[in-house]
């Protein structure tokens, strides 16, 4: 099991950018996908980049191509997600998830842990 813990939320204009962290702790990360989901008010959870901590394998959703971009950082153990030119449409609590793989798969169910979450709010 690995432990999760996202910060970096906050309120920004359109336009605007924010950097999402995820820590983990725990069970080595070595041989497991990690991703982030967002979740809006009334609507379903639904993914939105994952990465495979090993190296070789990336996905985006087609809406944040372009604009988010999620990297590994082997020093500190984290996951961040880059956001630049933020939507108010991106306004959604963002969580990070984590499960054993090769493949970066975009069903939530795929996933084994998850974070509490950090809010992200992107005002017009």
């Known amino acids: 099991q690995v432990q999760l813990v996202e910060s970096g939320g906050g309120l920004v204009q359109a336009g605007g950018s924010l950097r999402l962290s995820c820590a983990a702790s725990?069970?080595?990360?070595?041989?497991?996908?990690m991703s982030w989901f967002r979740q809006a008010p009334g609507k379903e959870r639904e993914f939105v980049a994952g990465?495979?901590?090993?190296?070789?394998?990336?996905s985006y959703a087609e809406f944040v191509k372009g604009r988010f971009t999620i990297s590994r950082d082997y020093a500190k153990n984290t996951v961040p997600l880059q956001m630049n030119s933020l939507k108010p449409e991106d306004t959604a609590i963002y969580y990070c998830?984590?499960?054993?793989?090769?493949?970066?798969?975009?069903?939530?169910?795929?996933?084994?842990?998850w974070g509490q979450g950090t809010q992200v709010t992107v005002s017009s």
């Open positions: 998830a984590a499960r054993p793989g090769v493949i970066v798969p975009t069903s939530g169910y795929e996933y084994t842990d």
């Open positions: 725990g069970r080595t990360l070595s041989g497991s996908i």
């Open positions: 990465i495979r901590w090993s190296g070789g394998s990336i």
